[in-house]
């Protein structure tokens, strides 16, 4: 079953190109072109990261979760001291297989314990504890860029009652399956650091009350870094929902319209132009549609327009919170009888969340997709910054049917042009593009701005594209 959303309402309105005010940022020009049938498809994967994926494993995923299950619980206050069962048992599991990864990538690869000390919460966190977070740093070889982008699944789990730190708690699914997929992914993508700078994490305190991710994006937040994406893993190992449906080629991608973070001021701007379907989660989440949906990875995206499923969330909601751009990926359809359970049988019904329940070959589907966009996010351009509608006409047009755009240059000393997309304000995913030269202006004539959103992406020498920048309003 493909339940993909699926661009459309375009009317056949191809634009009168005119450029005016355009900066040339280089002597280098893309030549303008438009492509009225719809978006170009740039992205292949190319052959080397075709490569990558294919060492992803369908064993070493069931070798990873299996060990992670082993542990016999993952709770966040259950023993950081025993050596086989218990948090901190995983959590030094962990830092070995990715220190390992470290090992083979010729100093690439760094790793760390992100450790701080939670204070009690109520119904949560019932005394202060110790809460880790692993982190593994490839840095990118592009000193021009300092883009971050960060791969993200947490590795504490639990049973149906949140404080029950004793009981057997696998956590196979919720979320063995999303750390099993970070750490393969880490495997493959450490003796290859791309041009941006990626950060595989494994969380703790997700299930408390993402506790971990939290601590660690307010810390980034406070160091200045530039993550330009979160790509956060979460139950994604099964296909088989408790509804019965089974999507073995589909996953679902959950990202947020109106920023977390966003001021009065900016909601009544993103009201005012109908942009609550524009924020910058929203584009990482198309971009993600883009990149991932190939044969390589034999996987289609299912866009989802919420934050997180109904009063539910991830990981991916403290950078939202911080004003980084995240997405959570996730099974279509969940089979509750399996996640936050007792391990037990009622009336006939094996209830927990184990590793029989696990179907490792989707996995490996979906972690495919997730190192394709990956691998385009951090191979390309950042998307361009400071993207503005103008909406007075510039000196020499008339009629408000003139679209002026502007931009910043980007950083990267590979840019070598933009290209201007576009949509009708129903459609789920930009339809129309246009490159548009090395320029950091220009406008179109002939589209209706009132009918139509658009955004901005940069293009790089080796025709790789950046995700959309919507240009916001200045009147």
Avoid: C
């Avoid at 634009?15 to 002597?27: C, D, E, I, L, Q």
């Avoid at 929902?241 to 319209?257: A, F, K, M, R």
């Avoid at 966009?373 to 390309?380: E, G, K």
């Avoid at 993207?387 to 000196?395: C, G, I, K, N």
């Amino acid at each position: 079953m493909r339940r993909r959303l699926v661009s459309g309402g375009w009317r056949g309105r191809v634009p009168a190109v005119v450029v005016a005010a355009g900066v040339v940022a280089t002597a280098l020009v893309v030549a303008a072109s438009s492509t009225a049938g719809g978006m170009p498809k740039w992205w292949g994967p190319p052959p080397a990261v075709k490569a990558m994926l294919k060492q992803i494993s369908p064993a070493n995923l069931q070798q990873d979760d299996s060990t992670l299950v082993g542990f016999a619980t993952r709770h966040t206050a259950s023993s950081q001291t025993d050596p086989v069962r218990g948090i901190g048992a995983a959590e030094a599991w962990i830092t070995g297989q990715l220190n390992q990864f470290a090992a083979s990538s010729g100093g690439s690869m760094t790793v760390q314990q992100q450790t701080f000390v939670q204070p009690v919460v109520p119904g949560r966190i019932p005394v202060p504890t110790v809460i880790t977070n692993v982190i593994a740093t490839l840095k990118g070889t592009d000193p021009t860029s300092n883009a971050v982008y960060v791969v993200s699944a947490h590795y504490d789990d639990r049973v149906t009652d949140v404080l029950d730190f004793t009981s057997d708690s696998p956590g196979a699914d919720r979320d063995g399956s999303g750390v099993a997929a970070m750490l393969e992914l880490a495997r493959v993508m450490s003796t290859s650091p791309a041009k941006a700078t990626i950060v595989f994490v494994a969380f703790g305190g997700e299930e408390q009350g993402l506790f971990g991710s939290a601590f660690f994006a307010q810390q980034a937040k406070a160091a200045g870094e530039n993550i330009k994406g979160d790509l956060n893993m979460d139950t994604i190992g099964s296909p088989l929902g408790g509804n019965g449906v089974n999507e073995p080629h589909t996953v679902s991608l959950y990202s947020e319209g109106i920023p977390t973070n966003a001021t009065a001021n900016q909601i009544a701007l993103l009201q005012a132009v109908g942009g609550e379907n524009d924020g910058i989660s929203r584009q990482l989440a198309r971009y993600i549609n883009e990149t991932g949906d190939n044969e390589a990875t034999k996987m289609d995206v299912q866009l989802v327009f919420r934050r997180d499923r109904i009063l539910r969330g991830g990981d991916q909601i403290s950078f939202d919170a911080q004003g980084y751009p995240a997405v959570r990926f996730t099974e279509p359809n969940e089979n509750y009888d399996h996640e936050a359970q007792n391990v037990q049988i009622v009336n006939g019904v094996q209830l927990g969340d184990l590793l029989q329940f696990v179907d490792f070959d989707y996995l490996a589907r979906v972690t495919r997709l997730v190192g394709s966009s990956l691998a385009a996010l951090a191979t390309s351009p950042q998307a361009p910054t400071g993207a503005v509608l103008h909406t007075t006409p510039p000196p020499g047009f008339q009629g408000s049917s003139d679209t002026a755009l502007s931009w910043n240059a980007n950083p990267e000393s590979d840019v070598v042009g933009y290209e201007i997309v576009w949509r009708d304000t129903t459609d789920p995913d930009w339809t129309h593009s246009q490159q548009v030269g090395n320029v950091t202006s220009y406008t179109l004539t002939g589209i209706n701005k009132d009918t139509t959103q658009f955004g901005v992406r940069a293009i790089d020498s080796e025709g790789n594209r950046s995700p959309v920048s919507f240009a916001v309003v200045s009147s």
